[in-house]
């Protein structure tokens, strides 16, 4: 009885986060109960109290815990921290916490979330995309680009500059669009279904590069020069940060800057003598001003008293002698341009540093500021665009194309791509337009950002894979006709881009998250590093004890909800909320392993790449389903929509919970992982992802027609001529699905022996003479054939290597 008293109370203190006093006084109590059933006489019970006495001392007597367990455990951290380096306290420091901080809290405030206002695009957004997009669109044809120009036609590459696609960002002051990053994504998103190789040219000075970074550190001389002549497309700039030695690990960047004097333009100056060799750099080869991003030193002290002022970002004009640019690499076969270029002994004055004098050494801050904010929203639109090409005219092939007079569509098979497709691409719309919303109201998510990055070009992957197995010969039969054949070839260029995959999920999104987000690591690390000793030792205890009350809440909270299934959590009700109670159920666990997994892993866990990357996806997935309630809610519900909304928040339980399994499975020291599958699974592993029959229904969104269909593919541009392949499939799609009545009555015709199986023209014939349809029913079949064998035709050449049409 008295156990059962004891964990009942420290379940309650644990739960409901009681102060050390309280601890203290309920122990006391419970004691004093365990003393008064037995002995209270014996030499036991005097020994327990004297314990208990010392140990309430030491724990509520401040000055005392300072002394005897904070200073120590204060010392074993500080030795066994590894030391943060400038560059990671830069990309550590950069950008916001935002609804990551509320996941990491274990107990996420949904009120936050869905309070905010629902992204939307003004008048002005929405009438260019409606118009110049729109017209863009239209002239893209993308076979010519690749197979034809190998590069954008003049006439289109004039149509950007002059109607000021490379200035979505810049403020309409210095003559620019000055749109919203919902805005910005919703063009690239439109351009990416059309043409991908078109998308990454407008992508990329309105992403990380010499707008944006002057935009936010530039001197008022550089961004009155440069901001105009960038929005009127005269200026085309690229950013070069890459080098063969410098990939990922771009912080190591080998080209150099040396600060000396010169001569520029004629005048002795102050400056800087670049050496430089760059790889990679999107539209490097026709670049103007080239964004360089170099190690600067400063031998001889002329701008300041540090030898290595560091990493440093400056806009140097190609014109500038030194400078060769070089011819183009062929990234997938896209055709965007991309090449190398290298600087040998280039002169530049002070002015040309971003930010001038004030911005040396600071390029590395800016980079990770910038990246915070763009990759929120370039990739993530380049990425949904794809998916939801894919899901529109994938969903119609697989409604025409037929086998045993069942459109392929309807076998199980089949079902489950179109599933995935249809679930991906809601969820990735999803994404992107809550994480633009944020970045409107002025939020720059570093680790969001590198969540939605990594999410989306890997569901990009995904649903083009899907998409070319239920499309067999037709996605792989290079040609005009062919609407993602690109795609497949294009997939791996976001996820290399922007930060490499790999490294964003298994270093990154972890790695910062854990540091940026949870409520007490940045702070207890910023006590250790204190530099006066008595006040860290002070913040370090007041934080310590928090800590430790927060992790014990998660575990009570945890188990609680593992036990409850959750039902009990309080949470925004309607048809969502048994996924509201299961991603904060999720999230208190995630919490408690967080903790778990640091305590027992220490540094060491950024060498743990695999465990840390388990943890970022179950961080990645909670945003996921986040993003997905949000939306459902700003769009009040619909019930159209359920189905994806059901889909996407099952899968991504699901996924979280295979995560925490491997995480369990492979935590070095066992007992905590047996006491996190305790609080985390005490009645086993609930999730099951999407069934069966709620595959059927997502996937038979994408077979016909409808509101949500066309909802779900949003924003990507439609062509209405049927001499389009997506035309011609759309055509076809409504053909022959008014058809099918039709076919009905001949299939039932030939069941009862009216008329004979043949070819379907013969058995057209025949139900037509024998007056089982009529002939406004055989015209109407007539042309739903004609369409389909027009949508499912491919493309052939006459000559392989010349496949220009
Ligand atoms: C088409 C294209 C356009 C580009 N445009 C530009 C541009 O405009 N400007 C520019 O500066 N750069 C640009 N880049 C460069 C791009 O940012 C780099 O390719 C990227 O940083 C990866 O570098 P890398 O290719 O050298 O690969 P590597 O750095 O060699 O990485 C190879 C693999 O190792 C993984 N990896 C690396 N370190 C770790 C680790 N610690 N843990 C786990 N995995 C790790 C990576 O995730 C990756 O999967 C472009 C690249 C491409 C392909």
Redo the contacts with the bound molecule.
């Keep these: 009885m008295i156990l059962l008293l004891t964990l009942l109370a420290i379940w309650s203190l644990a739960y409901f986060k009681a102060k050390l006093p309280v601890w203290t006084a309920v122990f006391a109590v419970l004691l004093a109960l365990a003393m008064f059933t037995g002995s209270p006489e014996s030499p036991f019970w005097r020994l327990i109290w004297l314990i208990f006495l010392a140990a309430a001392v030491v724990l509520n007597v401040a000055a005392i815990r300072r002394h005897l367990i904070s200073k120590p455990l204060l010392s074993i951290f500080r030795k066994m921290l590894p030391p943060i380096s400038r560059t990671e306290r830069e990309a550590l420091e950069a950008g916001t916490v935002w609804w990551d901080g509320e996941l990491f809290s274990g107990n996420p405030d949904w009120g936050k979330l869905l309070s905010r206002p629902e992204p939307r695009l003004t008048a002005e957004e929405e009438a260019f995309i409606a118009g110049p997009v729109e017209e863009l669109c239209r002239m893209l044809d993308d076979w010519r680009i690749a197979e034809e120009f190998r590069d954008l036609p003049p006439e289109v590459w004039r149509f950007i500059r002059e109607k000021g696609f490379f200035g979505l960002i810049i403020p309409e002051e210095y003559g620019g669009l000055g749109f919203s990053a919902l805005a910005h994504s919703d063009v690239i998103m439109k351009i990416a279904g059309r043409s991908y190789a078109a998308a990454v040219t407008v992508m990329?000075p309105n992403s990380l590069g010499p707008a944006e970074l002057l935009l936010r550190y530039g001197t008022e001389a550089q961004k009155d020069y440069y901001l105009p002549r960038l929005a009127r497309g005269e200026e085309i700039p690229?950013?070069?940060?890459?080098a063969p030695e410098a990939?990922?690990?771009?912080a190591s960047i080998p080209d150099t800057g040396v600060v000396c004097r010169g001569t520029y333009a004629g005048e002795e100056t102050i400056g800087i003598l670049l050496n430089w060799d760059k790889r990679?750099?999107?539209l490097g080869p026709v670049a103007t001003v080239i964004g360089l991003a170099f190690r600067l030193f400063d031998p001889e002290h002329l701008l300041g008293d540090r030898d290595a002022p560091g990493i440093t970002l400056a806009l140097v004009p190609v014109g500038t002698p030194g400078i060769t640019i070089g011819t183009r690499h062929d990234?997938l076969g896209i055709p965007f341009q991309?090449g190398p270029n290298w600087g040998r002994d280039v002169f530049i004055p002070i002015d040309c540093v971003i930010g001038g004098a004030a911005g040396v050494g600071q390029g590395w801050r800016m980079l990770m500021e910038g990246l915070a904010a763009g990759r929120s929203i370039s990739l993530p639109a380049l990425s949904t665009g794809g998916a939801k090409l894919v899901a529109r005219a994938v969903g119609a092939y697989a409604r025409i194309r037929r086998q045993f007079r069942l459109p392929i569509g309807r076998f199980e098979g089949i079902e489950e791509s179109l599933a995935r497709i249809a679930g991906s691409a809601y969820l990735m719309d999803a994404a992107r337009t809550v994480t633009c919303g944020a970045v409107d109201t002025g939020e720059r998510p570093s680790v969001i950002s590198a969540i939605v990055k990594y999410h989306c070009t890997e569901r990009m992957r995904g649903v083009v894979n899907d998409g070319m197995d239920v499309m067999g010969g037709y996605a792989i039969s290079m040609g005009p006709r062919n609407l993602i054949g690109r795609l497949y070839q294009a997939a791996p260029?976001g996820v290399?881009?922007?930060g490499?995959?790999?490294?964003t999920r298994?270093?990154i999104i972890f790695g910062q998250g854990v540091i940026r987000c949870h409520p007490f690591i940045l702070k207890e690390l910023q006590a250790v590093a204190d530099d006066d000793p008595m006040r860290g030792l002070t913040e370090f205890d007041r934080l310590l004890c928090d800590h430790v009350g927060y992790t014990v809440a998660n575990a009570a909270r945890s188990l609680f909800h593992g036990v409850t299934g959750g039902r009990l959590i309080k949470a925004p009700s309607g048809p969502a909320q048994r996924y509201f109670q299961a991603a904060t159920r999720l999230s208190t666990a995630f919490a408690l392993a967080a903790d778990v997994t640091l305590l027992t892993l220490g540094g060491t866990l950024k060498r743990r790449?695999k465990l840390s990357g388990r943890l970022a996806d179950i961080l990645g997935h909670l945003y996921l389903i986040s993003a997905i309630l949000k939306r459902f809610e700003d769009r009040d519900w619909p019930v159209s929509e359920l189905p994806l909304v059901k889909w996407g928040c099952e899968d991504s339980l699901l996924k979280i919970q295979e995560s925490f399994t491997g995480l369990l499975r492979n935590l070095p020291f066992r007992p905590a992982a047996w006491f996190l599958r305790l609080c985390i699974f005490p009645l086993g592993r609930p999730f099951s992802g999407p069934g069966d029959s709620l595959g059927h229904r997502v996937a038979d969104i994408l077979l016909e027609p409808s509101s949500v269909r066309d909802q779900l593919t949003a924003g990507i541009f439609l062509p209405e001529e049927p001499d389009e392949p997506l035309g011609r499939l759309e055509d076809a799609l409504v053909k022959v699905i008014a058809a099918e009545p039709v076919e009905q009555k001949l299939r039932d015709a030939i069941r009862d022996g009216r008329i004979r199986a043949g070819t379907e023209v013969d058995t057209l014939e025949a139900g037509l003479n024998a007056g089982i349809i009529s002939s406004d029913e055989a015209e109407r079949m007539q042309l739903a054939l004609e369409a389909r064998r027009e949508a499912i035709r491919v493309d052939d050449f006459p000559a392989l290597g010349r496949k220009t049409t």
């Design positions: 990329v690229c950013f070069a940060l890459t990939g990922s690990d771009a990679y750099i999107t990234p991309n260029i290399t881009v922007e490499a995959n790999i490294l298994s270093m790449e």
